[in-house]
């Protein structure tokens, strides 16, 4: 995968970078492109670090979807009621992710378990 990399998206990310400087030189350094530019540039080794391993991901898409269940339901858990129902809560959602880590359906576990 780093081979493939080097090869093929690493003339790319060098292009991308002379582009990016070559247009903070023709906007004004006070709009919001040239911000984004610049934190472009300032971020850049982070950016191109997959470029030198191949163990790591071009995107955090698989945590952004991990994470999702916790945004979208984050104002429904405040309504649990009570504390003791938030418990509860956290127990199940513990119990279910633990089963989808463990390739286990959990619609199925829990309808065997009960």
Do not use: C
């Amino acid at each position: 995968r780093r081979r493939v990399r080097q090869e093929h998206a690493k003339p790319l990310a060098i292009a991308l970078h002379a582009w990016l400087r070559e247009q903070l030189t023709t906007i004004s350094r006070k709009s919001n492109t040239a911000d984004a530019i610049a934190y472009a540039m300032s971020q850049w080794q982070a950016l191109v670090r997959y470029l030198d391993d191949g163990r790591i991901e071009i995107d955090n898409n698989t945590a952004e979807r991990a994470l999702r269940g916790v945004a979208l339901g984050r104002k429904n858990y405040l309504f649990l009621g009570s504390d003791a129902g938030g418990e509860r809560a956290a127990t199940m959602y513990s119990l279910l992710g633990t089963a989808k880590l463990n390739d286990i359906n959990p619609q199925a576990y829990l309808r065997h378990v009960l």
